[in-house]
């Protein structure tokens, strides 16, 4: 267990044991997995879906890695790349379907402690940044909310979404530019 000392908190409990380490994983990295698959997603009830599916897909995933391979994981990059496959294949599989009818949408959940004007402001803003993140292409996208919704190094987004460094940069450098100028002609 020696070479194993150095370990975040996370790597250790899920060494010491599945379940529990599980969740401590799942402590340590729902809010992070929500907020982005919410700005991926741009809708509360898919946010919450991915996010359930990104923590049984690891789940099960973990359930077949052996010692080493839990001890050499990067539990942040790991779980936002899982998010990002079931994101990538859900917006596939939307794309051949009709769209919904928006009467049968369901109402977001609320806040009780929320006052009502911060929730307005909350709403109208996250409203308009997931209307302007969605104009988006997929990949600029994801670039920009990893980097600045998720605050995540470019180093860790090129491992999440498997691209060099330097296409990340470009990726969000591009997006940001083309927020801005959506931005501007509203």
Known sequence: ???????????????????????????????????????????????????????????????????ERIAALQPRPWVLTILMNIWRNCARAKSRKPPPDLREEPVESVDPHEGVEEAAVRRETGEELSELLGLLPAEQRAAVVLRHVVDLPVSEIATVLQIPQGTVKSHVSRGLRRLRTLGGTR
């Open 1 to 67: 267990m020696s070479d194993f000392v150095c370990l975040d908190p996370v790597r250790k409990a899920l060494l010491d044991d599945l379940d529990e380490g599980f969740a401590e994983l799942f402590s340590a990295h729902r809010g992070l997995v929500f907020s982005t698959a919410l700005r991926m997603s741009g809708r509360w009830a898919d946010a919450e879906d991915l996010t359930a599916e990104t923590f049984l897909r690891a789940y099960r995933a973990l359930a077949g890695y052996d010692r």
